[in-house]
Nanobody, 126 residues
């Protein structure tokens, strides 16, 4: 059974930093694009960042560009999201996602991802 388990969320003050992790089990995603999405209360799930299988290609939402960094460690089957200069508007549940088929594309649409974690809450206080 494929599982994606996020961790690292929490409460942080504006301007602070957090690092999210997503540990995959049940299969490897070393050949697959992975990404992060987030969903604030009452809003749709939005794209945050994505990374190709070898880290060679990344894609970021404009709102996080320059503040967030996505990375991966294929040896550990783990995805990361380093978040800096956090703002109250970054408050959301953050979800890890992975594509089923190998490719190097880094799509922004949630429909392009097949596996999802349960989410981790990030709350940024002002």
């Amino acid at each position: 059974q494929v599982q994606l388990v996020e961790s690292g969320g929490g409460l942080v003050q504006a301007g602070g930093s957090l690092r999210l992790s997503c540990a995959a089990s049940g299969r490897t995603f070393n050949s697959n694009t992975m990404g992060w999405f987030r969903q604030a209360p009452g809003k749709e799930r939005d794209f945050v960042a994505a990374i190709s299988w070898n880290g060679g290609t990344t894609n970021y939402a404009h709102s996080v560009l320059g503040r967030f960094t996505i990375s991966r460690d294929n040896a550990k089957n783990t995805l990361y999201l380093q978040m800096a200069s956090l703002r109250p508007e970054d408050t959301a549940v953050y979800y890890c996602a992975a594509r089923r088929s190998p490719s190097s594309v880094v799509p922004m649409n949630s429909y392009d991802y097949d596996y999802w974690g349960q989410g981790t809450q990030v709350t940024v206080s002002s």
